[in-house]
């Protein structure tokens, strides 16, 4: 079964410095992997994905993915982190599908990022 | 990207009565989803929402409890039934794409709370 784990519940950083939000995956198959963000009482934002090509994904906000399949993991970076970064980020993984076609999204458990300033 | 309403944007509600929520998306869209997230935790798909066919429901739920339709590719509606405290969530509508690697788009919510 595919599945997704966040193994941190939050990451605290100082303001201008790297940020780095852990995720790793398990599928079967090639992975689709997704970062997205949610902001207090707004609804998810898409962030960036890995579907194929470069294991250096770049997204939105300066936010860049590294995938790494020998360490199953698809970790969300930044160079520099902003007060207003400071969010809940949630890893997502595409599943098999079925026979129907249709498919479906696991998501993880969520990473609070707390940049100070 | 696509613009994806969703009514109410919140509401409070009494223990055994049932709430619809509307999800509305500005271009046609085959696959409709519907999540349920308790505040500053994890996403729950409740239901996958195809246009013409029954709804697919997740393990732990069922269409008694949360009826959905799906009239045409830009509409459809999660109802909570029968509420008690423990429905009170922020429930989310969400769209795919045809093809499975594009991103979800989501609606901002509606954050259900239950007396």
């Known amino acids: 079964a595919q599945s997704v784990a966040q193994p941190e519940d939050q990451v605290n950083v100082a303001e201008g410095n790297p940020l780095t939000v852990k995720c790793t995956y398990s599928?079967?198959?090639?992975?689709?992997l997704f970062w997205y963000v949610q902001y207090p009482n707004r609804g998810l934002q898409f962030l960036l994905k890995?579907?194929?090509?470069?294991?250096l994904v770049k997204g939105s906000y300066g936010f860049e993915a590294e995938f790494n399949k020998s360490q199953t993991s698809f970790h969300l970076k930044k160079p520099s982190a902003l007060v207003s970064d400071s969010a809940l980020y949630f890893c997502?993984?595409?599943?098999?599908?079925?026979?129907?076609?249709?498919?479906?999204?696991?998501f993880g458990t969520g990473t609070r990022l707390k940049v100070l300033a | 990207s696509a613009v994806i309403s969703q009514k109410p944007s919140r509401d409070i509600c009494q223990r055994g009565t049932s709430l619809t929520i509307q999800c509305q998306v500005d271009?046609?869209?085959?696959?409709m989803f519907w999540y349920r997230q308790q505040p500053g935790q994890s996403l729950t798909l409740i239901a996958t929402?195809?246009?013409?066919?029954?709804?697919?429901?997740e393990s732990g739920f069922v269409i008694d409890k949360f009826p959905i339709s799906r009239p045409n590719l830009t509409f459809s509606t999660l109802t909570v039934s029968n509420m008690s405290p423990e429905d009170s969530s922020i429930y989310l509508c969400?769209?795919?794409?045809?093809?499975?690697?594009?991103?979800?788009?989501f609606g901002p919510g509606t954050r259900l709370t239950v007396l």
């Open positions: 997502a993984v595409r599943d098999m599908g079925t026979t129907s076609g249709t498919y479906k999204y696991i």
């Open positions: 599928v079967s198959g090639n992975p689709y």
């Open positions: 890995y579907i194929t090509g470069d294991n």
């Open positions: 271009s046609q869209v085959t696959m």
């Open positions: 929402a195809n246009q013409g066919s029954e709804a697919t429901y």
């Open positions: 969400s769209l795919g794409r045809d093809k499975a690697y594009n991103e979800q788009f």
